[in-house]
């Protein structure tokens, strides 16, 4: 190619351009490169073909004559379109695997946030447990869980089971009348009158005569309620007073006044 074809307009083959505008700017100055240089010039071009896109490493060699003059310039083409296409293959591959690691990462930090959250609950929720074994240990009431379904006993604190009587666990299992005594009223009436009320009212209050595991009877002050119990299900909740000091006075009261009538 001699250098002083590359006039505007470009090279032409049968009336069109050989390098057309805006290329044509660019090729010149990578010739002129080459001349004022005195060497190899290379750089990759991108062209568009009917067949295709191709990309290609253009290198311009400028031959001289004895004085020094550029008489014209060798080029060679090397196509590297297999090679561009491979390398965008895997980059698109590398970009789609980070877009998936990211993804992943954040799906995984959303399910260790979502982790973390329910262990604090639960280490909540088993503290709070945990204190309200405490508290249902220690308390001065007799607390006990009878299973709505079929009146069994289901839970006892350790009060409640010293005013029945009884030993660790051994009420477990029983039903509800086992504690009533008998007197005006059967033990398995009077449960059923306390459970019609707590049907109907979700809440019972009041004096019951009980009968410890002796066989001794007693005066206790009840206060029944409904509760869904997590393991258990639907219970009513008992808290038991032993009142016998208290009833014996109005037992004593109420013969003083039949007496002086």
Not at 82 to 111: F, I
């Amino acid at each position: 190619l001699n250098p002083d074809s590359l006039t505007e307009g470009g090279t032409k083959i049968g009336g069109r351009p050989v390098i057309p505008e805006p290329t044509l700017n660019f090729v010149r100055s990578n010739y002129e490169k080459a001349i004022r240089e005195k060497e190899v010039t290379s750089w990759e071009e991108i062209t568009q073909y009917p067949s295709g896109t191709k990309t290609g490493i253009v290198s311009i060699a400028p031959v001289f004559d004895d004085n020094g003059n550029c008489t014209h310039l060798v080029g060679s083409v090397q196509d590297i379109t297999e090679r561009e296409q491979a390398k965008e293959g895997l980059q698109q591959a590398h970009d789609e695997l980070e877009r998936r690691v990211e993804e992943r990462t954040a799906e995984l930090s959303a399910v260790n946030d979502n982790l973390r959250k329910e262990i604090d609950e639960r280490k909540r929720a088993e503290e709070e447990l945990r204190l309200s074994a405490e508290v249902m240990e220690n308390i001065a009431e007799g607390v006990g869980l009878v299973r709505v379904s079929d009146g069994t006993i289901v839970y006892t604190n350790p009060r409640y089971e010293r005013i029945f009587g009884y030993e660790k666990g051994e009420l477990i299992g029983k039903h509800v009348s086992a504690l009533n005594a008998d007197g005006d009223q059967d033990p398995q009436e009077t449960a059923e009158r306390i459970s019609a009320t707590l049907v109907q009212d979700g809440a019972w209050s009041g004096e019951v005569h009980n009968v410890r595991k002796d066989g001794t009877a007693f005066w206790s002050h009840a206060t029944v309620s409904s509760f869904e119990h997590p393991d258990f299900g639907d219970v009513w909740v008992g808290v038991m007073q032993d009142i016998p000091e208290r009833k014996r006075a109005e037992d004593a009261l109420r013969r003083s006044e039949l007496n002086h009538r």
